[in-house]
């Protein structure tokens, strides 16, 4: 383990995993992720940052994705970035985890889709993302959050572990220090339980 800017990071064989605070356009990285329903239509927007996404070329974005619709639950799709390539983000991976807009994503659609974005970047050559906590909406409680954030940690690490994709960086952008502190604890229990060896 690492720190930057006071913030812990976690290395995964070859992918450093981190939690960050703030805005999802503004981290250093060549792609995006983003929550998605069934019809490839933008899930809700409220992770700082993205509600200027549509702005910035995210109606293209959306389009793109609604284009390959309907889309199965616990799948990831990647599209270009549109505007945002002026950022430096080069690609969107959509995170199919809403039934239909403004329905809430179920835990088990988010195991599914972790692993599928991983795939996908990896697939497209993608050096490094910043997603969301997925499926963690504004009105969920704090034993919700801890449950998603472990669940998305554990999906994240056990797919570094086998599949090892092309990923330096995967960086977890959370809303609140709270949440990001939970992200952070989940990958140092990871770290320890299924990446330390035992001698």
């Known amino acids: 383990m690492s720190e930057v800017a006071g913030r812990p990071e976690f290395r ?7 939690a960050a605070l703030g805005d999802i356009l503004g981290q250093e990285s060549d792609a995006i992720v983003v929550a998605a329903n069934r019809r490839g239509v933008l899930g809700p927007l409220a992770t ?8 910035l070329g995210g109606s293209g974005i959306e389009r793109e994705a609604m284009a390959l619709a309907p889309l199965s639950l616990g799948t990831a799709v990647l599209t270009g970035a549109g505007g945002l ?12 985890i809403h039934p239909a807009l403004g329905e809430r994503a179920r835990i088990e659609d988010v195991r599914r889709a972790v692993p599928a974005v991983l795939q996908i970047a990896s697939r497209g050559r993608v050096r490094s993302i910043a997603m969301p906590l997925l499926g963690v909406e504004s009105l969920t409680t704090e034993a919700d959050v801890e449950t998603m954030a472990a669940t ?3 999906e994240l690490v056990g797919s570094l572990r086998r599949s090892l994709p092309r990923l330096d960086r995967v960086t977890i952008v959370c ?16 770290r320890q339980r ?3 060896r035992v001698p």
């Open 194 to 196: 299924v990446w330390t």
């Open 48 to 55: 700082p940052g993205l509600s200027g996404l549509r702005l």
């Open 175 to 190: 809303r609140f220090a709270e949440q990001a502190a939970t992200v952070e604890t989940a990958l140092a229990k990871a």
């Open 85 to 96: 390539e002026e950022r430096g983000i080069q690609a969107v991976i959509h995170a199919v």
């Open 12 to 18: 995964f064989g070859r992918t450093i995993v981190a």
């Open 152 to 154: 998305i940690v554990d």
